[in-house]
């Protein structure tokens, strides 16, 4: 049965424009879609394709899954997590309990894409100090894309405490 979500477009800001469309290649940069009639019930015990949603990355033959974030589901919105993937520009193609949504519901398919290149990919050059007990502070070295870490602000914060959850999870997978 086809279903009759729409998809108006993508970003990775929350409530970006869909011209920020590009991230990290090592994977962990969130995408927020946009559209209508999605399944909004992310939330269950039971795995089910009639409350589900799912998100694809497609360059010609090359298909990845993003990671979907539920608890930021709702039938307006879908989050999830690019994987590691090489620099391309990528179509994101979105399932809602288990039908593929066709390119003809999209209001625009160029504005729901994904593109991973380098120099939005955090590069961690020196690490001091590189050992120490519990606690102790470390300075980072490197080149990150934004002073803004966190992917729930819309935006700077002012108060000079930022949370690095985005290097966190690059350097889990280090």
């Not at 799912?54 to 298909?63: A, F, I, P």
């Not at 994904?114 to 020196?126: G, K, Q, R």
């Not at 001091?128 to 990150?144: H, N, R």
């Not at 108060?159 to 999870?169: C, K, T």
């Amino acid at each position: 049965m086809p279903t009759d979500a729409v998809v108006y477009y993508a970003t990775v800001r929350k409530n970006g424009p869909w011209t920020q469309n590009t991230g990290s290649t090592q994977g962990g940069t969130m995408l927020w879609i946009y559209g209508i009639r999605f399944a909004p019930n992310g939330f269950s015990s039971v795995p089910s394709t009639t409350t589900t949603n799912t998100v694809q990355l497609v360059d010609g033959y090359s298909v990845y899954d993003c990671q979907m974030h539920i608890d930021k589901i709702t039938d307006t919105q879908l989050t999830c997590y690019a994987p590691v993937m090489p620099q391309s520009l990528y179509q994101i193609r979105v399932y809602v309990n288990g039908n593929l949504i066709p390119l003809y519901q999209y209001s625009n398919p160029e504005q729901a894409t994904f593109a991973p290149v380098p120099s939005n990919t955090p590069t961690i050059t020196n690490i001091v100090p590189q050992s120490g007990t519990p606690e102790t502070m470390i300075s980072l070295s490197g080149v990150f894309e934004t002073a803004c870490f966190s992917r729930d602000i819309v935006g700077c914060s002012d108060d000079n405490n930022p949370l690095i959850s985005r290097l966190e999870n690059f350097l889990k997978r280090r």
